[in-house]
């Protein structure tokens, strides 16, 4: 008889991958196309943390635009044309003659002891496909980092990979210095007035520029040596009120940080997508009802910064109005209101209801409240009716004065659920 042979025994592959995706494929809805991840959508991921809704629907790759037209609340994310252009002709100027401009902020920033970029190279970084651009940008970085000399490389295509597939992103510009590090470059068209700009954009630039960071990390970490990717990022801003081009150096250690972070509690999505009812789905064509308690069968953390980072800003601000969460009001109110989380439980413990009174953030809410009483030259509400208006206004027989309901301890103590000051007015 023939020796018996052993079939060959493989080692399976394993399922959890596959698996994931299929389950973010129903997530999505049957035949819908993954909305892509970006710098923007990963940078405000970063920004917002907490917030399960949005890992779960970038995750599963839904298109937010269209999920917030379908619940009612259209979005008012995004940039205008205008603005776009004005981007797209500023970042010219800065590119134009080879990037010298360019290279000479870079070596005045951030590498000043370097020789002076008489001219730097400019490698084509064209291709087919991400697949073949993001190789050709690979090379490019090898080739560079070999020559020793100044390269530019204008729109390279990064891969970092996110929920188990590739998100591609595509930098302003990315700077090969003469030793070898490189580094990114973010080109903005917001100005810089006397060497500053708004800190709420520089931070937005930041926590963007460092998803590209974290991208050129994973290319450094396939080459032998591996060069140095710096945390220092130039931006690049219109000078003033002209369009000449400056620039400040931005330190983004702290947001790569956040941002890989988030970046792993996003690979562990598939934790968040078990704790969904069965049958879930985002998938813009279900009716509205049906979709209202998909998106909010998943817990969001609402703040007025959503509102220039999210799609879903307007439907998660209704709902966390209408809940009378006093995050709605802004984090940092949230932060100095602790355990009292709705404006309810502020408004009672102010007025004496409820509430610990050796509770430091109590104390403060009932001296205020008495305070603003004694201001108005009116009984302190809630100590005999326990009359209490829900927004915290006087009623309509008493005078409105503007500086004492704010002014008082920590400004808890101006209840109304409407947006801060610097936050738009009404339902978009």
Known sequence: MPPSREPNRQPVPSTRG???????????????????????ALAALAANPGCRRRAILDGAGVNKTALASALGSPSGFGQSQFAFMRGNAFEARVKADGGAELLRLVHEKLDAGA??????????????????????TALALREATAAGGWTLLDHPLLALEVAGSPAFLEPDAVVVHPDGGWTVVEIKSFPMLDGSADAAKVGAAARQSAVYVLALEQVAARLDPAPEVRHTVLLVCPKDFSNLPTASAVDVRKQCSVTR?????????????????????????????ELTAAVESVPATYAPECLAACE?????????????????LGRSLRAELG??????????AAHGHTGDPTDPTVETLRRAAALRAEALGTP??????????????APDNEPQVPGPSR??????????????????????
């Open 18 to 40: 596959t698996r994931l995706r299929q389950r973010l494929a129903e997530l999505r809805g049957p035949a819908v196309p993954p909305q892509p991840l970006d710098a923007r």
């Open 115 to 136: 020789e002076p970029p008489a001219g730097g190279a400019v490698p084509d970084l064209g291709a087919s496909g991400p697949e073949g651009r993001t190789a050709r």
């Open 261 to 289: 972070r988030q970046l792993d509690r996003l690979t562990r999505v598939e934790d968040i997508a078990d704790a969904l009812p069965e049958g879930t789905c985002f998938s813009p064509d279900l009716p509205a009802a």
């Open 312 to 328: 879903l800003a307007f439907h998660c601000r209704s709902r966390s109005r209408a809940e009378g969460a006093v995050t709605s």
């Open 339 to 348: 355990a009292l989380t709705t404006v309810t439980d502020v408004l009672s």
């Open 380 to 393: 302190r509400r809630g100590a005999g009716n326990g009359a209490t208006s829900h927004n915290g206004a």
């Open 407 to 428: 002014g008082a301890g920590n400004g808890a103590t101006s209840h109304d659920a409407a947006a801060p000051d610097n936050e738009p007015q009404g339902s978009k």
